[in-house]
């Protein structure tokens, strides 16, 4: 995957054909998105530049304040950047493809990033070169069964039809986590459904799913219609007997809970959760990493006005990304807000 990198950035026909591919999901000029390690960090985007943001379900968290914060982002600099949204499986799909150069900008479960830059799990062996723009908002695990399947716990999602997301994403990361803390095996002890949300919610109101697991911010739209059209077909799993468990496979996972008000629920849900990050390109312009930093916590409220998870989005939180490192560009934006 290094050397695949290297060579998109080395070179004027290997530019020039990474900038022609690229065009069509976003697009990008690379003079504007290559960092100059030693020049010194301006925050001014002085190129049109063109990037694509990596989101996640079209009726997901990362979705809505992915497209809001495109946006802002071109509205903040009078269109010199031009940010356009894409729809995506999420985290580890996102990264795979980050790093491949499709996209310049992508949302991610912090557990993922940190395998990624750690070279394990779906990354096994093979590092990968990324960076952190800042910490955002927080994912839920929000396990949820069909009342009258006998599930009220993971462990009982043995023999049955369970949604563990869409490939390649964070929540299908979690969901087999998840259910090897439990003493399952995901490839044999469940009928694993690999949907996206929206199929899962289908699924979960027609009774073609028993179970689900999903991974995301507060509210969820999908989830909010699910407990809106199924209300009392469908209930929530305590999963924090596991927390122990998932902890020893990643220091990202803690115990959270889900408010009451947010899905109309009896009490409020325990339950683990994991912060996102959002991440860049180790290569990208510090410029340019600058400017879209700034404009995260600039423009906050527009992004809270499409989804009230983006709350969670705050200077107080924002550098604690480790393992992965901020980008230097974000350590200047970062700096310059405090």
């Known amino acids: 995957m290094r050397q695949q990198w290297a060579r998109i950035l080395g070179g004027t026909l290997a530019l020039g054909l990474a900038a022609a ?23 001014e985007v002085k190129t049109d530049t063109r990037i694509s943001i990596a989101t996640g379900n079209s009726t997901g968290v990362y979705f809505a304040i992915g497209n809001a914060y495109a946006t802002q982002v071109s509205a903040a600099t009078g269109g010199k950047v031009k940010a356009t949204a894409a729809e995506t499986g999420a985290s580890v799909q996102n990264i795979q493809q980050l790093v491949r150069g499709d996209y310049q900008v992508a949302f991610s479960l912090a557990d993922t990033a940190a395998d990624a830059v750690d070279g394990q799990g779906a990354f096994d062996g093979k590092p990968q070169p990324i960076r952190a723009l800042a910490r955002i908002h927080t994912n839920y695990t929000q396990v949820i069964a069909r009342t009258g399947t006998g599930i009220t716990k993971v462990e009982d999602l043995k023999g049955k039809r369970v949604s ?90 803690e115990q959270a809970s889900i408010p009451a008000a947010t899905y109309g629920t009896p009490a409020a849900v325990p339950t683990i959760a994991v912060p996102n990050l959002l991440l860049v390109p180790e290569s990208l312009d510090a410029d340019l990493a600058c400017v879209l930093t700034k404009t995260l916590f600039e423009k906050q409220p527009a992004l809270v006005a499409a989804n009230k998870a983006a709350k969670d989005i705050s200077l107080d939180t924002a550098g604690r990304t480790e393992p992965v490192k901020l980008h230097r560009g974000a350590e200047k934006a970062l700096a310059d807000l405090q």
């Open 21 to 43: 591919t690229l065009t069509g999901c976003g697009g990008r000029r690379d003079d504007a998105t290559t960092d100059d390690a030693d020049a010194p960090v301006t925050c």
């Open 164 to 253: 563990t997301g869409s490939p390649k994403s964070g929540t299908e990361v979690i969901a087999n986590r998840l259910l090897e803390s439990a003493g399952l095996d995901p490839a044999k002890d469940v009928r694993a459904q690999r949907l996206d949300l929206a199929k899962t919610v289908d699924g979960m109101k027609s009774g073609s799913i028993d179970a689900m697991v999903w991974s995301g911010g507060l509210p969820t739209p999908g989830i909010t219609d699910l407990f809106t059209t199924a209300k009392n077909r469908v209930t929530f799993l305590d999963i924090t007997p596991l927390l122990p468990a998932m902890q020893k496979i990643s220091g990202e996972y």
